[in-house]
């Protein structure tokens, strides 16, 4: 059975980081594109950025370019988005998702990350 | 503002046929394939039409998809009360290098 398992999110001061971990279990891991999406509260989904199965592509939405850096260990069966210079604007559940030429065919449960003084 | 423009609501009773529209560009829905995503009240979402008009197994042949030049649409037949959810489209944008939503669409089933 796939799961995606997100953590790490929480409460955060504007300007500081916060590193999100994806653990990713019921199929190879290291076979698929990954994916953040992130959904501020009562809005929509807002996709994030995503890697190649070997890390070598990553693509990214304009408004994070810069500050987000996405990565994997494919020996762990982790995906992980370092999130730096967070903002209130960036509050939002954040989930991880499996890619499968674009769709995105399993997604985690998310994890809420709250940008905030 | 999303890239990809959806009704912010649709409505119909149980049994009807409802369609939920999904309007793009040649960047996006043009030059590329449409996915629709279902998200029930407090979940994550779930792939439910992939490549314009595919269902992934498990899927019930209720929901169907169209693309047609920069627009595409989710159509569900027999309306049923856990249809009740919000709905959005997506697809790959090759001006911004990334996969754009709509703004998503909130079925109310009555």
């Known amino acids: 059975e796939v799961q995606l398992v997100e953590s790490g999110g929480g409460l955060v001061q504007p300007g500081g980081s916060l590193r999100l971990s994806c653990a990713a279990s019921?199929?190879?891991?290291?076979?698929?594109?990954m994916s953040w999406v992130r959904q501020a509260p009562g809005k929509g989904l807002e996709w994030v950025a995503n890697?190649?199965?070997?890390?070598?592509?990553?693509y990214y939405v304009d408004s994070v370019k810069g500050r987000f850096t996405i990565s994997r260990d494919n020996a762990k069966n982790s995906l992980y988005l370092q999130m730096n210079s967070l903002r209130a604007e960036d509050t939002a559940v954040y989930y991880c998702?499996?890619?499968?030429?674009?769709?995105?065919?399993?997604w985690g449960q998310g994890t809420l990350v709250t940008v905030s003084s | 503002q999303s890239v990809l423009t959806q009704p912010p609501s649709a409505s119909g009773t149980p049994g009807q046929r409802v369609t939920i529209s999904c309007s793009g560009s040649?960047?996006?829905?043009?030059?590329?394939?449409v996915y629709w995503y279902q998200q029930l009240p407090g979940t994550a979402p779930k792939l439910l039409i992939y490549?314009?008009?595919q269902r992934p197994s498990g899927v019930p042949d209720r929901f169907s998809g169209s693309k047609s030049g920069t627009s595409a649409s989710l159509a569900i037949s027999g309306l049923r009360s856990e249809d009740e959810a919000d709905y959005y489209c997506?697809?790959?944008?090759?001006?911004?290098?990334?996969?754009?939503f709509g703004g998503g669409t909130k079925l109310t089933v009555l």
């Open positions: 998702a499996r890619e499968r030429s674009v769709a995105l065919d399993y």
């Open positions: 890697i190649k199965q070997d890390g070598s592509e990553k």
């Open positions: 019921g199929f190879t891991f290291s076979s698929y594109w």
């Open positions: 040649s960047s996006n829905i043009g030059s590329n394939y």
């Open positions: 997506a697809a790959w944008d090759d001006s911004l290098s990334g996969t754009v």
């Open positions: 490549r314009n008009n």
